[in-house]
């Protein structure tokens, strides 16, 4: 697929649409202007603002600039204004600064071989060439020198010339985008033409819209339709003077217009993919159906339609196995009301221990249900807490395995945060962590080695994001000295961007970036429970590379949640049914021989039906792995 690369981020096909803010000559000349636009871009979530820089010597002849009556009506409105607004050279160090200390990327268009070279010492990532110099030859020709990504508008061109210029910079090698554009202020929507970017597409190369039209609804449709770039102008007051205010879009509109566009990136998807969401899959359990016994049915009966029902909830076979099922042999009682299952079809799931990955693997338990789990002979048990089991007491057996322990999520209607900026919610997390470590001491001694503590860390809001990232980690820090774990291995787990609780999806505002929680973990000697669902979820939001962070992961994790993660909340799916290559996966994990448990949603049901699959699928990715190297 066509990108370039500007910065550290790579702009085109199948990546997310990249927002310039136009800031051009808007500033009007003022300094302070220009810096006062920036916060507005950083503020609506622009990935890079871009200015202009003239040389206007080198751009007009001299009688024109000492006399701009001696030109045509337009160029004595136009060139006094860029006279008037064109920034002496030092304000631009002062703007890059600025940019740099804001976190945005700064780009503008050259105008002039000598605006290119003071471009090129101020750093520029990539250069944007105005509509008005795509025919420009030379000044291509010194740009593509540069070695530098460059953004062409295409605006007031015919495509004979889009087609000499793109055969130019294809053959000196040059990276390049293309952005669709009408050079009007502001353009007339029935002039603008948005279809056309499918004609640029046919150069093979990332292809864009920079608008000057009025609203924000033409540049939000142009990213729904694959424009990998949105260039639109940026001011603060359209009524100001100057030649683009006009076409610009005010603070509110552009933060709107952002908004939208990446809303609409989330909404596209790849289309390459259909998983459940996690809202989904709720619904799916509660609204669902299953084929359920109408009677009671003894073994050895055959089973015919008025032996079968469909009801909800979908705990059993789906209603479509229904004819899979008639004419089949009963070798189990069930009754009434009971779904059939998987075996009522005569398909048998079992473990083999002779080709099982290599780690100590076990499952997700409860107090009441953890016996049915011990027929598999797992080498650990991985109890999940409420917060009303820390009342209960472990009933004293003793087991040949280790034991896990997932402290609670939340109490009452609270959810568990010990990075929280309400002191009165962090300190309750913390009490009922520590509550869950004592509990987690009483059940030790019935089990083999040191037990392992699974804790979230919190970082949660429901409406809105916490932009005070080092406060929420310096809580997180406070915590942890608060909370005595001596004789329990405590981890805290790698969260979601956007999980459910209390049926309605939250955001978790750290401990996500791998990078981020290693910083974190290094200086206090911790390692961590790595989720791979949550952790293929935040990649997917934050468009970074699931594999490489793995890498950045390795030295720290000490226990593994496994399941499949797709899209944004496609959380905690089958092995196989989401977007992780695991062969891959477990070449990058390497030799790892630690503790593990398949953490695939109601994996539990039907006697563990879901966690022997994902044993038996992640045992063969494993062994693939690792034997074809």
């Known amino acids: 697929m066509p990108v370039i690369k500007i910065g550290d981020r790579l702009v085109g096909d199948g990546q997310p649409t990249y927002i310039i803010a136009e800031i051009g000559v808007n500033h009007n000349g003022i300094l302070d202007l220009a810096l006062e636009l920036i916060d507005v871009a950083v503020d609506a979530g622009a990935d890079a603002v871009k200015f202009q820089k003239r040389t206007l010597e080198k751009i007009y002849p001299k009688k024109y600039l000492e006399n701009a009556n001696s030109g045509e009506k ?166 100001m003077e100057g030649p683009d205010h006009a076409a610009s879009l005010e603070p509110q509109g552009f933060k709107k217009m952002v908004r939208d566009i990446r809303q609409v990136m989330e909404a596209l998807g790849t289309g390459e993919e259909k998983f459940f969401s996690r809202g989904e899959i709720l619904n799916r359990e509660a609204l669902g159906k299953s084929l359920v016994a109408a009677r009671k049915i003894e073994p050895g009966e055959v089973i015919t339609s008025d032996m079968i029902a469909v009801k909800g909830p979908a705990l059993g076979l789906s209603p479509q196995n229904y004819t899979r099922l008639l004419g089949r042999t009963a070798t189990r009682t069930i009754n009434e009301d009971e779904p059939f299952l998987d075996r009522d079809l005569g398909i048998e799931i079992k473990i083999d221990t002779e080709h099982t990955l290599p780690m100590d693997y076990g499952f997700t338990v409860r107090f009441r249900d953890y016996e049915e ?156 429970c790595y989720d791979t669902s949550h952790h293929k979820l935040y990649c997917n939001w934050a468009h970074v590379d699931f594999y490489e962070q793995v890498k950045v992961f390795l030295p720290f994790i000490r226990h593994l949640h496994l399941s499949d993660g797709a899209g944004l909340d496609g959380e905690g799916l089958q092995i196989g049914e989401g977007a992780i290559d695991w062969v891959h996966f477990f070449r990058v994990l390497g030799d790892y021989h630690g503790t593990m448990i398949p953490e695939i949603w109601r994996g539990h049901q039907r006697q563990g039906e879901g966690f022997l699959i994902a044993i038996q699928r992640l045992s063969r990715a494993y062994f693939e792995a690792h034997n074809s190297e």
């Open 74 to 239: 337009n160029l004595r409105y136009l060139l006094p204004l860029l006279q008037q607004v064109e920034l002496p050279d030092h304000a631009y160090y002062k703007i890059v600064e600025h940019c740099q200390k804001r976190g945005i990327t700064f780009l503008c268009s050259a105008f002039d071989p000598e605006s290119a070279d003071f471009l090129d010492e101020l750093g520029v990532p990539a250069y944007k060439v105005a509509s008005a110099d795509l025919t420009n030859l030379p000044l291509l020709d010194h740009l593509v020198k540069k070695n530098k990504p460059l953004i062409l508008s295409t605006g007031m061109s015919r495509i004979e010339e889009v087609d000499i210029t793109v055969n130019f910079l294809k053959e000196r090698g040059a990276e390049f985008a293309l952005l669709h554009c009408n050079s009007t202020y502001p353009a007339a929507f029935e002039d603008i033409n948005l279809r056309f970017m499918d004609r640029l597409r046919m150069y093979g190369v990332p292809v864009g819209y920079s608008g000057h039209e009025r609203g924000i609804a033409v540049s939000t449709v142009a990213s729904a339709l694959g424009a990998s770039i949105i260039e639109r102008h940026l001011t603060l007051d359209r009524t």
């Open 373 to 528: 789990m011990l027929a598999y002979k797992p080498r650990l048990l991985e109890f999940h807490f409420t917060d009303q089991d820390l009342d209960e007491h472990y009933d004293g057996r003793d087991h040949d395995m280790k034991l896990v322990v997932h402290a609670p999520e939340f109490w009452d209607r609270t959810l568990v945060d010990l990075c929280s900026l309400d002191e009165r919610q962090r300190r309750g997390s913390v009490d009922l962590m520590q509550k869950s470590i004592d509990l987690t001491r009483e059940m030790a001694p019935h089990f083999i080695g040191k037990p392992k503590v699974v804790i979230h860390p919190g970082a949660m809001s429901l409406d809105h994001p916490i932009t005070d990232k080092e406060r929420l980690y310096d809580n997180l820090r406070r915590s942890l000295e608060e909370i005595d774990s001596e004789g329990v291995d405590l981890l805290l787990e790698n969260l979601p961007p956007r999980p459910w609780y209390f049926g309605g999806q939250w955001l978790t505002n750290a401990f996500m970036d791998a990078c981020e929680i290693r910083d974190f973990l290094e200086p206090l000697g911790l390692g961590f």
